[in-house]
Structure formats: structure tokens, C-alpha cells
């Protein structure tokens, strides 16, 4: 079972910037396509994007196409979530995932998953 945890979370204002890290104690996490979604109190999970393991390709939904970028560094073993221009709709728990996505496409589906950080945007 691959161990990840989420860290990087807070309380930031509209328009603000925070990056979330996706780090993994023992699994190498370049050898998974690594995901993010988040889950807002009563809705549904939503998936918010990929990065596959041998190309590098990216994927993000509409909702944060254009706001998000996810890379990853392999030295330091972790995958990031770079989160600009937040809105108030961001506020979610936030979590990265090992997930399915390569140069062919995107698959919202998740096996492991980490405990979680809190995003809230809010003035």
C-alpha cells in the first residue's frame, strides 16, 4: 500500500496563492501517475489533476485550468500543486493520490490517498 501524505494547506485570501506537496515516505512516487482532488463539505469529489509518470503529461479540470499547475521533483520525491488566483470555491480538503493518467489520457479514478490538507479561502 503506498503511503502519501498532503501538507501545505492554510487560510488564504481571494486571489492568494498557496502550494500544496504530495510526499511519500518509502515509495518512489515517480513510479505512479500522481492525481489531486478535493472534497468540499456535501459535494461530490473532484478531481483536479494528473501527472503520469514517464512523459510527464499534465491534466486539470476546467475548474482550475489555468489557475493550477502540478509538477513534480523527483530528488525530493514529492509532487506539488501550485495554486494561484484561489477563490472562494477552492475551500476543500485537498488530497493527492495515486492515480491514471499517461500521453493517452486522464482516468479520475484513486487507489491510495493521504490524510488530507485544509484549504480556505476566505477574506
Known amino acids: 500500500q503506498v503511503q502519501l501524505a498532503e501538507s501545505g494547506g492554510g487560510l488564504v485570501q481571494p486571489g492568494g496563492s498557496l502550494t500544496l506537496s504530495c510526499a511519500s515516505n518509502?515509495?518512489?512516487?515517480?513510479?505512479?501517475?500522481i492525481g489531486w482532488f478535493r472534497q468540499a463539505p456535501g459535494k461530490e469529489r473532484e478531481g483536479l489533476s494528473c501527472?503520469?509518470?514517464?512523459?510527464?503529461?499534465?491534466y486539470y479540470a476546467d475548474s482550475v485550468k489555468g489557475r493550477f499547475t502540478i509538477s513534480r521533483n523527483k530528488a525530493e520525491n514529492t509532487v506539488f500543486l501550485q495554486m494561484n488566483n484561489l477563490k472562494p470555491e477552492d475551500t476543500a480538503v485537498y488530497y493527492c493520490?495515486?492515480?491514471?493518467?499517461?500521453?493517452?489520457?486522464?482516468?479520475?479514478?484513486?487507489?491510495?490517498w493521504g490524510q488530507g490538507t485544509q484549504v480556505t479561502v476566505s477574506s
Open positions: 493520490a495515486t492515480s491514471y493518467c499517461s500521453v493517452t489520457g486522464w482516468k479520475k479514478q484513486y487507489d491510495y
Open positions: 518509502g515509495y518512489t512516487l515517480d513510479y505512479y501517475p
Open positions: 501527472i503520469s509518470t514517464s512523459d510527464g503529461s499534465t
